[in-house]
C-alpha cells in the first residue's frame, strides 16, 4: 500500500496540473479543519471563561482559560500559514515549469544574440598584386621606405 501512494505521489509531483490540484484539496481540507478549530475555540473560551470556582475572583476563570486559550490561537495562526505555505508552493510549481518551459526559447534568442555581437568572420582575400594598395590603406601599407619596393621617389 505503501508503494502505492508513493508511486501516486511521484506521479503528482512529475505533472503540474495534478501537484497544484492536490495540493489544493489539502488546502481545502486545512480551511475545512480551522473552521472546526475556530468554532471550538469560541466554544471553549465562553465554556471555560464562565466556570467560576467557589472563592474565585471575577478575573481568576479568565486566567486559567488563558494557556489554552493562547494555545488554539497559535494552533490556528500556523494552520493559516500552512495553508498559505501551500498556495505559494503551487504558485511556484506552476512558475517553475513556465520557466522550464520557456528555458529552449530562451537560450536560442541569447544564442542570436551573442552571434550577432561576434564580427563577422573575414574571407580570404583574393592574392593582390604587388606594390598595389589594399583595400583598407591604414593597416598593411608600407610601414618603412623599405617596404616601397618599386616605388621611386619623384
Not at 475572583?57 to 494552533?75: F, I, M, S
Amino acid at each position: 500500500m505503501t508503494d502505492e501512494h508513493e508511486n501516486a505521489l511521484r506521479a503528482v509531483a512529475q505533472n503540474p496540473e495534478a501537484f497544484v490540484a492536490y495540493l489544493a484539496d489539502l488546502q481545502r481540507m486545512l480551511l475545512g479543519i480551522g473552521q472546526n478549530l475556530e468554532t471550538l475555540q469560541r466554544e471553549t473560551r465562553v465554556h471555560l471563561r464562565s466556570t467560576h470556582v467557589e472563592g474565585d475572583r471575577w478575573y481568576h476563570a479568565r486566567l486559567r482559560a488563558l494557556p489554552l486559550e493562547r494555545q488554539l490561537t497559535d494552533v490556528l495562526r500556523h494552520l493559516k500559514a500552512v495553508t498559505a505555505g501551500l498556495e505559494k508552493g503551487a504558485y511556484k510549481r506552476r512558475a517553475h515549469e513556465d520557466e522550464v518551459n520557456a528555458l529552449p526559447g530562451k537560450r536560442r534568442e541569447k544564442a542570436i544574440a551573442k552571434d550577432r555581437k561576434k564580427p563577422p568572420a573575414a574571407l580570404p582575400n583574393s592574392p593582390t598584386e604587388k606594390g598595389s594598395a589594399p583595400a583598407d590603406s591604414r593597416y598593411g601599407g608600407p610601414t618603412t621606405i623599405f617596404d616601397l619596393g618599386d616605388r621611386r621617389s619623384a
